[in-house]
């Protein structure tokens, strides 16, 4: 093989290895992307899950004041109960 054949063979190789580097590049911004993009979703969805586990914090408080108050309605009826049988 003769030295002009040999330049020719390096110049495709260094054509191949170069087209390579530049897919790589586009592979990387493509990744990159996707990254940023996935991160972004998983920013709003944990934003998503603090306001709605503040929502069911919220409405657990509101549920056990509420059955609290039932409670202490069920507790007075049977004292009224108890005090009407205890004075008949």
């Known amino acids: 093989m003769n030295s002009t054949d040999e330049i020719k063979l390096l110049r495709a190789r260094v054509g ?3 087209q390579r580097v530049e897919h790589l590049r ?3 911004r493509v990744l ?3 990254l940023e993009k996935v991160e972004r979703e998983k920013v709003a969805l944990v934003r998503h899950l603090e ?3 503040v929502r069911l914090q919220r409405d657990n408080k509101r549920f056990a004041k509420w059955i609290f108050s039932k409670n202490r309605e069920i507790v007075e009826l049977q004292d009224k109960m108890q005090s009407s049988v205890q004075k008949a």
């Open 32 to 34: 990159m992307n996707l």
């Open 26 to 28: 586009v592979s990387r």
């Open 51 to 53: 306001r709605e586990n």
């Open 16 to 18: 191949e290895l170069e």
